[in-house]
């Protein structure tokens, strides 16, 4: 157990079932903390329908599912990308369970994938806005809430092997993960005076929903059948297999706990030994 007991944690895009947000809230929640399973809950659009994202009766099965560890839940929608909503959770956050402990930015979209030359400025548009701008607002406005608190607080960043490293029709998923890296560490430096330590993991590849569509989308690409496309993923990994959502969820508990204390302003890979750089 990592002592978070009766800390508040905001999880935006966590409303997604077999989502890396799911596993952090589940996890989050086992280790004490009260827990705001935030997401879309209603389509916007084409970029954002309802089988990319996820729905009010997901947010509400998983926030169920995180009151089984006995812990206070809320379900609260916010599309990051509008400040009004991200300032909006924040503000509802602290008034309903007191205060603001834990800030995971994990809402993002990883499907908005085209040939470079054939790139749409409106899929540039969503992903930069979804992965790159609500990582900053939700960041701004629960930096403003911490400071006030005076007791610290972590924001930790879910970014991407592609982060560090490039990979093809993925532009604007590389851009706003390699982004995400120079938001981490310019909090991190700005907001140590506070006590609040900003960290980034980057996962490797995992099976969710994102993930499904991105399996589909390369074997495609390349050729493959699907199945043949992971075995060629796993081939690659040191450790010989994908990642699992738990695998990130166990290193987000451990940099919001006190065994974390000195640890800021970091990119930390979880990847099986396959980024590590
Ligand atoms: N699955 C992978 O292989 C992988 C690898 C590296 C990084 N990641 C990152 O992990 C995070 C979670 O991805 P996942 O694989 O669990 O996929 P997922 O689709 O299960 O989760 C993404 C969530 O973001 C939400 N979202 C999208 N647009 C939003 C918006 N405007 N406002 C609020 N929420 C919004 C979706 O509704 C969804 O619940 C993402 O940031 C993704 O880039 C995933």
């Known amino acids: 157990m990592y002592q978070l007991t009766n800390k508040v944690a905001i999880i935006t895009g966590s409303g ?23 997401d879309l809950g209603t389509p916007k659009g084409a970029d954002l329908a309802a089988e990319h994202i996820g729905v009010t009766s997901e947010m509400n099965a998983i926030a169920d599912a995180c009151r089984a560890f006995g812990v206070q839940v809320l379900t609260i929608p916010c599309d990051v ?14 008034a309903s369970l007191g205060r603001i402990d834990i800030l995971v930015n994990n809402a993002g979209v990883g499907y908005l994938m085209e040939p470079f030359t054939e ?37 930790i960043n879910i970014a991407s092997q592609a982060a560090k490293s490039g990979f093809p029709f993925a532009a604007a998923y590389t851009a706003s993960k390699h982004g995400l890296v120079g938001l981490t560490r310019s909090n991190a430096v700005e907001l ?15 099976t969710t929903g994102l993930g499904h569509w991105q399996n589909s989308f390369f074997s495609e690409k390349l050729g493959m059948d699907y199945e043949t496309y992971l075995q060629s993923i796993v081939q690659k990994n040191p450790l010989g297999r994908t990642g699992q959502t738990e695998d990130i969820a166990k290193a987000v508990a451990f940099l919001c706990s006190d065994e974390a204390a000195y640890i800021t302003g970091e990119a930390i890979n979880v990847s099986g030994g396959e980024e590590y750089h």
């Open 192 to 206: 140590g005076k506070h006590k609040i330590r900003v960290n980034a993991v980057c996962p490797n590849h995992i």
């Open 119 to 155: 790139f749409k400025e409106s899929s540039w548009d969503v992903v930069l806005d979804v992965n790159l701008k609500g990582p900053f607002l939700c960041s701004k406005h629960a930096a403003v809430q911490m400071i006030e608190q005076g007791t610290g607080g972590v924001i």
């Open 81 to 94: 990308r509008i400040e009004s909503e991200c300032k909006e959770l924040i503000h509802q956050t602290a």
């Open 16 to 38: 997604r079932h077999k989502g890396i947000g799911e596993a952090i809230a589940l996890k989050l929640a086992y280790e004490g903390c009260n827990i705001v399973i935030s």
